[in-house]
């Protein structure tokens, strides 16, 4: 039997662990309904409970490398702690890693939730055959990572790939992180509420005003239901989110010219509703992307009206495939591939 590790996911509304073997087989999945809310001290005794179940478990199948543990927020990747977090009381000067190396009595490793869903994708998702790719996670935000020859580019702070703040509207709308205009203001699902909240606000939008007070669970998701009925007023908050997102791909695209740009997270099944827009954007805003899109059908304005389509290799801009499990998987590579 091949050795295995654990992947954990220590996401916002559940924490998930995961037994996965070397040669990349989910061996077992566990899901523990215990929220990072629920404090460190908790949250860390649950997961540590758990990793215990599974090694025990497991004990006779192989050798238990380590852990990966994919965190919401900002880490200090050499002291294996998390920085200050709004979201995270109590877990920053705290050496949760250390802890949970101390506890399981195995090399632990903590890396960002953006970071680890990438290196999942990589593993074995969309990435399989690119060397070089990003990924792009809509969800409640906007996570960013990058993946140079199968590794995470942390850059000189480990903050590399914060795409969801990248500057989208010179003069837009406030955002959590002090700047205006960030790229997760417009293209993530808390986006998606809040532009159809404007359009209910405005009076031009009577479908989504039954909508939103019909629905009390008023979300993209029922946005993006009354986009797909052919609703102009949703449908237009989806063009807005495809040309913020082709604005922020064309950028993604001209300074780093990957062979595979990687979209995941919740909001990526709306692709339908923003997907030709962003495309749209990406062809007449990048000049690398308009000479190597994989084809030349589409629109002859901007940058692809300037430069023919000449690569050879094509720049791959491309849905995730793992879902939610890619943190789980990149989170479980991490100790397999030390
Ligand atoms: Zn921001």
């Known amino acids: 039997m091949p050795d295995y590790s654990i992947g954990v ?20 999945k566990i899901t523990l309904g215990v929220k990072v809310a629920m404090g460190r001290d908790y949250v860390i005794g649950e997961m540590c409970d758990a990793i215990h179940r599974l090694t025990e ?16 927020g900002i880490i200090d990747m050499e002291r294996g702690m998390m920085r200050k977090s709004a979201n995270l009381p109590g877990w920053s000067d705290y050496p949760v890693r250390d802890e949970i190396e101390r506890r399981l009595g195995a090399k632990v490793f903590l890396d960002n939730d953006a970071n680890v869903a990438a290196l999942g994708e990589k593993w074995l998702g969309a990435g399989r055959d690119a060397d070089n790719m990003a990924m792009i996670t809509l969800g409640t935000g906007i996570g960013g990572a990058i ?14 790939g914060e795409f969801g703040h990248v500057t989208v509207v010179p003069d837009g709308v406030p955002c959590g992180c002090g700047n205006r205009g960030c790229a997760e203001r417009y293209a993530s699902a808390t986006a998606v509420v809040r532009m159809a909240r404007e359009a209910i606000e405005s009076g031009q939008a009577p479908e989504l005003a039954k909508a939103a007070s019909s629905d009390a669970e008023f979300s993209a998701k029922s946005i993006y239901n009354l986009a797909l009925q052919g609703d102009a007023a949703a449908q237009r908050i989806f063009e807005r989110f495809g040309e913020v997102l082709g604005i922020l791909l ?14 995941g997270g919740g909001v990526v099944s709306a692709w339908d509703a923003f997907a030709p827009r962003m495309f749209s954007e990406l062809r007449e805003r990048s000049l690398v992307y308009a000479a190597s899109a994989p084809d030349d059908a589409m629109i002859k304005k901007g940058a692809s009206a300037q430069i023919a389509n000449y690569t050879k290799k094509k720049t791959i801009i491309t849905q995730a495939l793992l879902g939610s499990d890619a943190g789980l998987y990149g989170a479980a590579r991490i100790p397999a591939s030390q």
């Open 9 to 28: 996911d220590m996401g916002g509304t559940n924490l998930r662990i995961a037994a996965i073997s070397t040669d990349g087989q989910l061996l077992e």
């Open 250 to 263: 064309a950028d993604l695209v001209n300074i780093l010219d990957l062979d595979m740009f990687v979209i």
């Open 57 to 72: 478990q497991y004990r006779g199948t192989g050798r238990f490398v380590g852990a990966g543990i994919g965190v919401p």
């Open 147 to 160: 993946v140079l020859n199968g590794k995470v580019f942390y850059g000189m702070s480990g903050m590399a």
